[in-house]
């Protein structure tokens, strides 16, 4: 073979980081572009294997849900191979492009390689290379000056969820820190109070009564609600296929011919943010036709129980407290049924065939089932009405709802794009649950309800406990609405772009930033949010380690190791480091554990759960890095035990009342609504949508993915022809928030009247501006009221497109 087809061998890691750091600083790695070219030193691995080659096993991405094990060579120092850990668990033995892209994605030009003080104008963009001990003393001088003036819960730390040990951070710092994210929420705060789910305490919370896509082999029909799931969810697919394959009818409702919508059965296009209205129409044709399970209602739902028609509250055997720090529940407060054979208002658990219907005195006072209101309810909400705002043919509507309701078990998948991103969002989900609970689709396989990228089973790992006062304030308003309300905070120590991905209206954010006394921002690279800093710090990536253990996770049904694969590239540190450097300058480190194998040993070995616990390092280390769990898990409350204040699926919503939403009454999107007055002016629906290019803002300046995919806004051909657009033409979307400008792309699977773009891609990449300048910051009035708060309705945005 010719030597000059041979891959480069003799380019050591110590000879690239010695190159490599001659251009560290504002130059960035792009000097040493020839370098990094992997046409210069790439080659397959079987073809030469050199001595200084050696295999590490790791995982990848959590934000997708994929946490993909990867089995990876490096050679002479280089990440050269990935592909997916064959000891994974059968199905999971997955890699993406994302994944592959790491080859070349780890050595990017966006790289932040060293620390970096600002020194033009926040948002600028100007900075200077410093070093961490610089940079350490930096921090600290501001942080205490900070704590100084106003107090510790004057620092906010934003944790994005690539983190994976900084989510310490907060408590470390005594910190405010923010619990209503106000992004991912807005199905869940309609769904989750139905079975129990928590209030979000972390990434995600618990947010979805789903079996995991591995039970879709017992689902007969699939309903894909606004869920984009093959391009967000690549990974996961082939469970999807297996499913159809074995006779599983999937049914994708878009408003966009999305690229799930090519690979399911059917396609029906509904009018964007009016998922609501579907689900309400179904209900309504499940109930007049008597499709809804009487003895799964009768059992398992709170729709017997009996409500006062004085004040809307649900009778239980004695008054609930106000006052009380904790809500009894339903063992020590029983919540009330109408037993007919006793003509008496009795505990649920006592009565086997409570009345479903009816009207009845109780001590003077009238009360009526929740059935019976649900009924009432829904008198508004018939198939004609729901016809008319989604643009569904009512007869469409009404064959969807009896296939779901009598053709088997049936699943309701929803995404964290889409209607999610709307302030009706609570509702679609409230009505999603209902429709769900009604017909007996949760708790049995083939069924479940909410976002599939959880359901696997999890199962938790035990945590490094931190002193007891490191405990971390809750910030009095949402994270987005700081730029338009008085606040305690003047720090924010931001992990991960959460600028870019966190917030509306950035023009707005960019006015309150200009007030702060300090802004901290680490990540790997170099994204939008970097520029707003006054402090840039080098965090490595996922392959990258100082110790030969990099972290541990417990998900999708197996405990999974994250191995050294590289030594840190630069000058950057893996997020442990960076939380003990920060800790350090502050001298509150002697909480912490001194190693990184300290703290995944401690995660291990005080794990509580059955599914894991007496795994150990020793074992995962001889397995490549990956087990699963001890048992199988069981599909969600298939034994009937629902972590509600009842015990039971609670449908009704007492604590909604003065809402008027109790039970789900639909309320048109805001601004994008079809009685908008905003229409005139701006008559393009914006839609941020998910990709298979992209997880949120991350890998936007993949170079290898970005052969195929670069910021574009799409249009449908008759909205580009009607402003006598392009293909290729820069344009600028615009309303009286602000603007950006990119190319436009006309594309026939666009529904006429949106505008869409993939959502997180970083100003560097547009022409002009960023995607959130437009986008909508308002949140409805019982916003706050919701189990995780108010939800941004990104996508309840109207833009005007022309020619920039």
Known sequence: MSGTNRPNTTLTRRSFLKAAGATAGTMGIAGAAGMLAADDWLAPTEAYAEPEERVAYTYHQAHCRGHCMLKCTVRDGRLCLIQPNDKAKEGLQTVCLKG?????????????????????????????????????????????????????????????????????????????????????????????????????????????????????????TLLFVGMN????????????????????????????????????????????????????????????????????????????????????????????????????????????????????????????????????????????????????????????????????????????????????????????????????????????????????NIGRAGGGVGYPGFGYGSAGLGAWPLAEDMKPSTLAVPAFELPYVDSPVKCFIGVGDQIQQRFADLNKLDEWVQGLDFIVYADVYHSTGAQYADLVLPICSRFESDEALGGVRSNKGQVMLRQQVLEPLFESKTDFAFERELARALGIDASLPKTNEERIVRMLDTAKDAKVAGITLEELQANQGVLPYRAPSAVPFSDGKVPTASGRFDVYFPDLVKFDQALPAYEAPEETGADSKLRDRFPLQLCQMRTRFHIHNQFCDAEWIRQYSTAALHLNPADMEQRGLSNGDTVEAFNDRGSFACPVVGDESVRPGSARIFEGEWSKFMNAGNIQNVTNPGISDRGRALLNGPVIPYNDTLVEVKKA
């Open 229 to 440: 799931f093959i391009e967000s969810s690549l990974t996961q697919t082939k469970p999807f296929f297996d499913a159809k394959d074995a006779g599983m009818h999937a049914i994708a409702i878009d408003p966009h011919y999305s690229t799930t919508a090519t690979k399911c059965d059917e396609w029906i296009p509904i009018e964007p943010g009016t998922d609501a209205a579907l689900f309400l129409g179904m209900i309504t044709q499940v109930l007049d036709n008597g499709w809804y399970d009487e003895a799964y209602v009768s059992a398992h739902t709170s729709l017997p129980f009996l409500v006062s028609q004085a004040d809307g509250s649900l009778l239980r055997d004695h008054a609930v407290d106000p006052a009380a720090a904790a809500p009894e529940d339903g063992a020590a407060n029983p919540f009330l049924v109408w037993d007919d054979e006793a003509q008496a208002a009795r505990p649920a658990a006592d009565v086997e065939s409570p009345a479903l219907e009816g009207t009845f005195t109780v001590d003077g006072e009238t009360y009526t089932t929740v059935l019976s209101l649900l009924k009432k309810n829904q008198q508004s909400y018939d198939t004609v009405w729901a016809s008319k705002v989604t643009g569904i043919p009512a007869d469409a509507i009404e064959s969807l709802a009896e296939r779901y309701a009598t053709g088997g078990p049936a699943c309701i998948a929803v995404g964290y794009g889409g209607n999610d991103k709307y302030g009706n969002a609570d509702i679609a989900g409230h009505a999603a649950g209902l429709l769900a609970a009604i017909t007996g």
């Open 100 to 220: 592959l892209s790491e080859i070349q994605h780890v050595y990017s030009a966006e790289r932040i390689q060293t620390p970096l003080k600002r020194v033009g104008e926040r948002g600028a963009n100007e900075f200077v290379a410093i070093s961490w001990d610089e940079a350490m003393s930096y921090f600290a001088e501001n942080v205490r000056k900070c704590w100084d003036a106003y107090g510790k819960q004057s620092v906010f730390v934003s944790i994005a969820m690539e983190s994976e040990v900084a989510s310490e951070l907060g408590k470390l710092l005594s910190a405010s820190m923010d619990t209503v994210g106000g992004i991912d929420v807005g199905y869940a705060n309609g769904l989750a109070p139905i079975y129990g789910g928590a209030k979000r305490s972390g990434p995600l919370g618990a947010v979805s009564a789903f079996n995991g896509v591995t039970d879709w082999m017992n689902c007969k």
